[in-house]
């Protein structure tokens, strides 16, 4: 088993019944090839959450502050996590998460770039779109409904893949990509509030 395996399953005994986490959709999630999971931000646990309830390993950016901290950094590069640099263009940071895409892999982002201070569902970036236009990856929807209290009910909802046919045969902008992903966040957020 490898040392994502493991924590995943770890952290998924105590995370599961702590939160009552209820995962919806999760047959939504292709079985191969390339896949983009775009997720609301709420918590710094969201990337835990949505990773533990994904039947296949989930690979994430993390900001590159969290790889200089001693033993933490290679916890979190050994549960999949890549590091980018905040506040600037990372090149390094999206040919890894393109390659990740490319090769097959499950690659989790947050469009909003940091958490939402309300809950409320807050406006994506375009790198996002970037993903899901430069490559062929399905790109599913994903929405984490909490809040994240003892014993209350956390439900981490997969949406069905996005069809991206028309955005990348109309050449749309990265923009427009990732404001039909964050419409679909959206719906699913209203669906299972």
């Given at each position: 088993?490898?040392?994502?395996?493991?924590?995943?399953?770890?952290?998924?005994?105590?995370?599961?019944?702590?939160?009552?986490?209820q995962a919806i959709g999760?047959?939504?999630?292709?079985?191969?090839?390339?896949?983009?999971?775009?997720?609301?931000?709420?918590?710094?646990?969201?990337?835990?959450?949505?990773?533990?309830?994904?039947?296949?390993?989930?690979?994430?950016?993390?900001?590159d502050e969290l790889f200089?901290?001693?033993?933490?950094?290679?916890?979190?590069?050994?549960?999949?996590?890549?590091?980018?640099?905040?506040?600037?263009?990372?090149?390094?940071?999206?040919?890894?998460?393109?390659?990740?895409?490319?090769?097959?892999?499950?690659?989790?982002?947050?469009?909003?770039?940091?958490?939402?201070?309300?809950?409320?569902?807050?406006?994506?970036?375009?790198?996002?779109?970037?993903?899901?236009?430069?490559?062929?990856?399905?790109?599913?929807?994903?929405?984490?409904?909490?809040?994240?209290?003892?014993?209350?009910?956390?439900?981490?909802?997969?949406?069905?893949?996005?069809?991206?046919?028309?955005?990348?045969?109309?050449?749309?902008?990265?923009?427009?990509?990732?404001?039909?992903?964050?419409?679909?966040?959206?719906?699913?957020?209203?669906?299972?509030?």
């Amino acid at each position: 088993m490898t040392f994502y395996g493991f924590a995943r399953s770890v952290v998924y005994t105590i995370f599961k019944p702590w939160y009552r986490i209820q995962a919806i959709g999760v047959e939504n999630i292709p079985k191969e090839g390339g896949v983009l999971l775009c997720a609301n931000h709420i918590s710094v646990l969201d990337p835990i959450v949505v990773g533990i309830m994904c039947p296949r390993p989930v690979h994430y950016m993390a900001k590159d502050e969290l790889f200089q901290v001693p033993v933490l950094g290679g916890i979190v590069r050994k549960c999949n996590a890549f590091p980018v640099k905040r506040g600037f263009n990372d090149r390094e940071a999206l040919r890894t998460g393109l390659k990740l895409l490319k090769d097959g892999h499950v690659f989790g982002l947050f469009p909003e770039g940091t958490r939402s201070k309300t809950g409320e569902l807050g406006k994506g970036l375009s790198g996002a779109g970037f993903f899901a236009l430069r490559t062929e990856a399905q790109v599913v929807p994903c929405a984490v409904i909490g809040p994240y209290k003892s014993l209350n009910k956390l439900k981490m909802v997969y949406g069905k893949p996005i069809d991206m046919t028309e955005m990348r045969q109309t050449k749309a902008s990265a923009e427009q990509v990732t404001e039909l992903i964050m419409s679909e966040i959206d719906k699913l957020i209203k669906e299972h509030k």
